[in-house]
């Protein structure tokens, strides 16, 4: 069955440090796969996405994502974390000819001072 | 341009009634999907439609629950005789017509919170 892992339920970084969130998926064949973030109450933003090509792709707010078809991951890193960047971090994916996104249980980060 | 929009941000409905969730999707996207954001569970698709057509309702619980999207108006998720276990946040999200590059991306609009007393 398809699936997306994220193995870290919370993760907790100082600010300035650098950030690696994983995201493990399963399908039959590459899907196409996506970051988004939530804020308490807030609904979804799309971070970036990896649909072919170059294996590092870069989003928004100084995100990016390296594929690596091998270990059938999708992580996403940022150098230097700031204060705002404390939300819920969702990766999800879908296999093109449907278009149903497949999650993962999020992974809550928190930042400290 | 207008992004996903969903209403009501808050529902409260008493166990027994009925619950309509209203999406209109961002100008130009022909396509809209629910997902459903239960604690504990993450979030779950539910279906997801074009104009006048369900492509795909696997998500759907097989009973009280269906979903619309007209040829004109917003798509609209109802719920029937609602229970507890119904209460969550529930997502819309659209994404433009098949055949861009653009329609493999979905954009989420805030999401209704409801709450069933």
């Known amino acids: 069955a398809q699936s997306v892992t994220q193995p870290d339920i919370h993760i907790t970084v100082s600010e300035g440090a650098s950030l690696e969130l994983r995201c493990n998926y399963s399908y039959g064949a590459t899907p196409y796969l996506f970051w988004y973030v939530q804020s308490p109450g807030q609904g979804l933003q799309l971070l970036l996405k990896?649909?072919?090509?170059d294996t590092l792709v870069q989003g928004i707010k100084g995100f990016e994502a390296e594929f690596k078809r091998s270990q059938s991951s999708f992580n996403l890193r940022k150098p230097s974390v700031h204060w705002s960047d404390a939300a819920e971090y969702f990766c999800a994916a879908h296999a093109g000819n449907n278009r149903k996104l497949i999650w993962g249980l999020g992974t809550s980060l928190a930042v400290n001072p | 341009n207008a992004g996903v929009m969903q209403n009501p941000r808050h529902l409260v409905r008493r166990r027994g009634q009925e619950a309509r969730l209203r999406c209109s999707p961002m100008k130009g996207h022909s396509h809209v999907y629910w997902y459903r954001q239960l604690p504990e569970e993450g979030l779950k698709f539910m279906v997801y439609?074009?104009?006048?057509?369900?492509?795909?309702e696997s998500g759907m619980p097989k009973e009280r629950f269906s979903a619309e999207f007209p040829k004109e108006g917003p798509s609209i998720l109802r719920i029937q005789q609602v229970v507890r276990g119904d209460s969550a946040a529930y997502f819309c999200a659209s994404s433009p017509p098949f055949g861009s590059r653009k329609s493999y991306e979905q954009y989420f609009g805030p999401g209704t919170r409801l709450t069933v007393t």
């Open positions: 990896y649909f072919s090509g």
């Open positions: 439609l074009q104009k006048e057509n369900i492509i795909d």
